[in-house]
């Protein structure tokens, strides 16, 4: 019987693992060289997507479904979530096309974690702060819009979810738009050809 049931976060954690406080940690401090690089982490710098379907028994059919995604590598990443009952879903999020930009939320993330990798222990406070607010906004969403349509007609449900998940969809970019600054300013400034503001004094 387990302790408690299995959460968001849970599958979140195991599939983001670099094997976090052993020796087999890519980013850690244990063992050896030899060690940190036995093992394939779970969460690799190619991940793509991760999607965690979550069927609520306790919601009523028109908006049990939320479909929670992360897109880029899941260390860096945040899940984010999305009702299902929609015809449409965020650009932000479904647009991806070949140009890399981060006014996508796909290429936003991968630009983070390909930043974020290279100074893993100086960027990694922003980056699990990040995580945290987002799922922590995402469970407030899915409770306030839940309170919303609870009292909807039916047939109203889907479009109301659409727009609940457009407007996420704005708070999350402004989330991952400022940890992208806070990644990237850190990773600039351990750039090889940096030298202090005052290096011309002799």
């Avoid at 939320?66 to 590598?73: I, K, L, R």
């Avoid at 609870?150 to 708070?171: C, D, K, T």
């Amino acid at each position: 019987v387990p302790e408690r049931k299995v959460t968001i976060e849970d599958i979140k954690y195991v599939l983001s693992s670099h094997y976090q406080g052993t020796e087999y940690d890519c980013y850690g401090s244990k063992g050896t060289p030899a060690t940190r690089g036995a093992y394939r982490p779970i969460g690799i710098n190619r991940n793509s997507q991760l999607a965690v379907l979550q069927l609520r028994p306790y919601a009523q059919p028109a908006y049990r479904a939320v479909q929670w995604m992360a897109f880029g590598s899941n260390s860096f990443n945040a899940l984010v979530p999305l009702y299902a009952n929609v015809e449409t879903m965020p650009e932000y999020y479904a647009d991806t096309q070949a140009r890399v930009t981060s006014e996508n939320f796909y290429w936003a993330n991968r630009l983070i974690g390909a930043l974020a990798d290279v100074r893993f222990h100086e960027c990694g406070r922003a980056v699990e702060d990040y995580q945290e607010k987002v799922g922590g906004m995402g469970h407030k969403q899915i409770h306030d819009v839940d309170a919303v349509v609870a009292a909807m007609p039916e047939a109203e449900v889907p479009a109301e979810l659409a727009r609940a998940n457009e407007a996420f969809a704005e708070l999350v970019r402004v989330e991952t738009d400022a940890l992208l600054g806070k990644v990237l300013y850190t990773t600039s400034c351990a750039m090889k050809n940096s030298f202090a503001m005052n290096d011309n004094v002799r």
